[in-house]
């Protein structure tokens, strides 16, 4: 009913066949108003157009409309599962590949929208979609499928190679048939975590000045911080190291000119990207551990391979330092003569390090040995007259090294933690009083100066000691050192 003009509109509808198009829609319009005035039949005609059996892959044809076939990874989403569309009906390959996660051959897996191609309806939108699959086709259409299995992965998984066959009855024959290849198990390779200081440096052995470290699994996440899984299985690792600088019998021979051992890979390394431009060293390995890698800058090189046969990749910079202190032995059964020489008439000996030393070692090389003792303060005057007075107000200044100790112990690798300026006083002059041993102009440098330890006052570290009368029936403490 028209509720402005009060005419009644009625229609009604022939349906027939027709060969250019599916079916046609005869629709016959009728007008009355209200004072029973007719007016005569309009004839709409509706077409309807069957869908074709085209896909709508950018890779397969020009005409990607909705009116073409497609396949899509169906709901619901966040599964394990991925598409990849493949080749146009009348090529030779797979029209549609779906692969599932699985760590078993769980056809259960396979859901009915991931491997059904599909028409979009006319009124498909967003937030309405009409997604109208094949089978479902009321259009004379019927669909049969054949599987054939391949088992893979020793049974962990399979492989299933569908052919859709699309029935016209129209045509009273089989007009398409889709090539659909459905896998199911693991095809992911490992995947590697690291902690949150990984990888780090590793120290040299206690006997040697090289590193010993596993390969192992478990191993190289003691190590290293660097822990090797997988989703499903994990089988084996392969470990390679790349290093820097070459050492023969502890002297280094050849030092590579690239600083980063990383350059860029070719597009067929791209994946991995483990390109590196350091030398490949093989060394031993005994008992799942890689001996003998030198101190320096290395890279490592993990090659891990699950259950499956998929494989990952993974490549980080180590280092391997001398964090191993030498072992100092001191003669506990010194005995030492004074004597007037050296133009002292009250009695005056010098005791080398060489002389105090009783087998010290490092597992690298002693790079020097150095000597101190205490001095008991009766002792001063005979450190002022031999020329410690450095800075020449006649008594010894040593550096308060009790405070500064801790500090020393915490930035390590020789870093003095004393300023140059806490050597100086306000106007220039020199604080403390100590021995200029390298010859830089100062005695601002580790082992120069004289400091404390538990409140006694201890010489610099030199290549002899001093004694002095001073000494006689003293208790005298010496410290052997070395590097």
Same mark, same amino acid.
């Given at each position: 009913?028209?509720?402005?003009?009060?005419?009644?509109?009625?229609?009604?509808?022939?349906?027939?066949?027709?060969?250019?198009?599916?079916?046609?829609?005869?629709?016959?319009?009728?007008?009355?108003?209200?004072?029973?005035?007719?007016?005569?039949?309009?004839?709409?005609?509706?077409?309807?157009?069957?869908?074709?059996?085209?896909?709508?892959?950018?890779?397969?044809?020009?005409?990607?409309?909705?009116?073409?076939l497609r396949f899509e990874i169906g709901e619901p989403g966040g599964r394990p599962v991925e598409g990849e569309e493949g080749v146009e009906l009348d090529e030779v390959g797979y029209n549609w590949t779906v692969t599932y996660q699985s760590c078993t051959a769980d056809k259960s897996l396979i859901l009915?929208?991931?491997?059904?191609?599909?028409?979009?309806?006319?009124?498909?939108?967003?937030?309405?979609?009409?997604?109208?699959?094949?089978?479902?086709?009321?259009?004379?259409?019927?669909?049969?499928?054949?599987?054939?299995?391949?088992?893979?992965?020793?049974?962990?998984?399979?492989?299933?190679?569908?052919?859709?066959?699309?029935?016209?009855?129209?045509?009273?024959?089989?007009?398409?048939?889709?090539?659909?290849?459905?896998?199911?198990?693991?095809?992911?390779?490992?995947?590697?975590?690291?902690?949150?200081?990984?990888?780090?440096?590793?120290?040299?052995?206690?006997?040697?000045?090289?590193?010993?470290?596993?390969?192992?699994?478990?191993?190289?996440?003691?190590?290293?911080?660097?822990?090797?899984?997988?989703?499903?299985?994990?089988?084996?690792?392969?470990?390679?190291?790349?290093?820097?600088?070459?050492?023969?019998?502890?002297?280094?021979?050849?030092?590579?000119?690239?600083?980063?051992?990383?350059?860029?890979?070719?597009?067929?390394?791209?994946?991995?990207?483990?390109?590196?431009?350091?030398?490949?060293?093989?060394?031993?390995?005994?008992?799942?551990?890689?001996?003998?890698?030198?101190?320096?800058?290395?890279?490592?090189?993990?090659?891990?391979?699950?259950?499956?046969?998929?494989?990952?990749?993974?490549?980080?910079?180590?280092?391997?330092?001398?964090?191993?202190?030498?072992?100092?032995?001191?003669?506990?059964?010194?005995?030492?003569?004074?004597?007037?020489?050296?133009?002292?008439?009250?009695?005056?000996?010098?005791?080398?390090?060489?002389?105090?030393?009783?087998?010290?070692?490092?597992?690298?090389?002693?790079?020097?040995?150095?000597?101190?003792?205490?001095?008991?303060?009766?002792?001063?005057? &005979?450190?002022?007259?031999? !020329?410690? $007075?450095? #800075? %020449?107000? *006649?008594? +010894?200044?040593?550096?308060?090294?009790?405070?500064?100790?801790?500090?020393?112990?915490?930035?390590?690798?020789?870093?003095?933690?004393?300023?140059?300026?806490?050597?100086?006083?306000?106007?220039? &002059?020199?604080?403390?009083? !100590?021995? $200029?041993? #390298? %010859?830089? *102009?100062? +005695?601002?440098?580790?082992?120069?100066?004289?400091?404390?330890?538990?409140?006694?006052?201890?010489?610099?570290?030199?290549?002899?000691?001093?004694?002095?009368?001073?000494?006689?029936?003293?208790?005298?403490?010496?410290?052997?050192?070395?590097?």
């Amino acid at each position: 009913m028209d509720g402005q003009s009060g005419v009644l509109l009625l229609y009604r509808h022939r349906v027939y066949a027709r060969w250019l198009h599916y079916a046609k829609i005869e629709r016959e319009w009728v007008a009355t108003d209200c004072n029973g005035m007719r007016a005569d039949a309009y004839i709409q005609n509706i077409y309807f157009k069957r869908p074709a059996l085209d896909l709508s892959f950018d890779s397969a044809i020009d005409d990607d409309s909705d009116d073409d076939l497609r396949f899509e990874i169906g709901e619901p989403g966040g599964r394990p599962v991925e598409g990849e569309e493949g080749v146009e009906l009348d090529e030779v390959g797979y029209n549609w590949t779906v692969t599932y996660q699985s760590c078993t051959a769980d056809k259960s897996l396979i859901l009915h929208d991931d491997v059904t191609p599909f028409f979009t309806g006319y009124f498909d939108t967003g937030s309405n979609p009409r997604k109208i699959y094949i089978d479902k086709l009321e259009c004379n259409y019927s669909v049969t499928t054949k599987d054939t299995e391949f088992p893979i992965c020793g049974g962990k998984g399979v492989k299933i190679d569908r052919e859709l066959y699309v029935f016209d009855w129209c045509e009273g024959k089989v007009v398409d048939t889709f090539h659909i290849l459905i896998k199911i198990g693991d095809f992911e390779g490992p995947k590697y975590d690291l902690a949150h200081h990984a990888p780090y440096d590793i120290s040299t052995g206690p006997m040697d000045c090289t590193a010993a470290f596993p390969v192992t699994i478990p191993g190289i996440k003691s190590a290293f911080g660097v822990e090797i899984k997988d989703n499903c299985n994990l089988a084996n690792v392969s470990v390679s190291v790349y290093t820097k600088d070459r050492y023969v019998k502890g002297i280094l021979v050849y030092s590579h000119p690239d600083e980063d051992g990383f350059i860029a890979c070719d597009d067929d390394d791209e994946e991995d990207g483990c390109c590196i431009a350091w030398e490949k060293v093989d060394y031993a390995i005994m008992n799942g551990q890689m001996i003998g890698v030198p101190i320096g800058r290395h890279i490592m090189k993990i090659e891990a391979f699950d259950g499956c046969y998929n494989a990952s990749t993974y490549c980080f910079e180590f280092e391997v330092k001398d964090k191993i202190a030498p072992v100092m032995k001191c003669d506990d059964d010194l005995h030492i003569s004074l004597s007037n020489a050296n133009g002292y008439v009250n009695g005056y000996a010098q005791v080398t390090a060489e002389d105090i030393d009783e087998g010290s070692w490092d597992n690298c090389k002693l790079a020097w040995i150095a000597v101190r003792r205490n001095v008991p303060t009766a002792c001063w005057a &005979s450190y002022i007259q031999k !020329g410690y $007075d450095s #800075n %020449g107000n *006649g008594k +010894i200044d040593p550096v308060d090294f009790d405070n500064a100790q801790a500090k020393f112990d915490e930035l390590g690798d020789n870093i003095w933690p004393i300023s140059d300026g806490d050597f100086l006083n306000s106007d220039g &002059s020199q604080k403390y009083d !100590g021995i $200029d041993i #390298n %010859g830089d *102009g100062d +005695i601002n440098d580790r082992g120069e100066a004289f400091s404390t330890k538990g409140g006694k006052v201890m010489t610099p570290l030199q290549d002899a000691v001093d004694f002095f009368c001073c000494d006689l029936n003293e208790r005298v403490t010496i410290e052997l050192w070395g590097s």
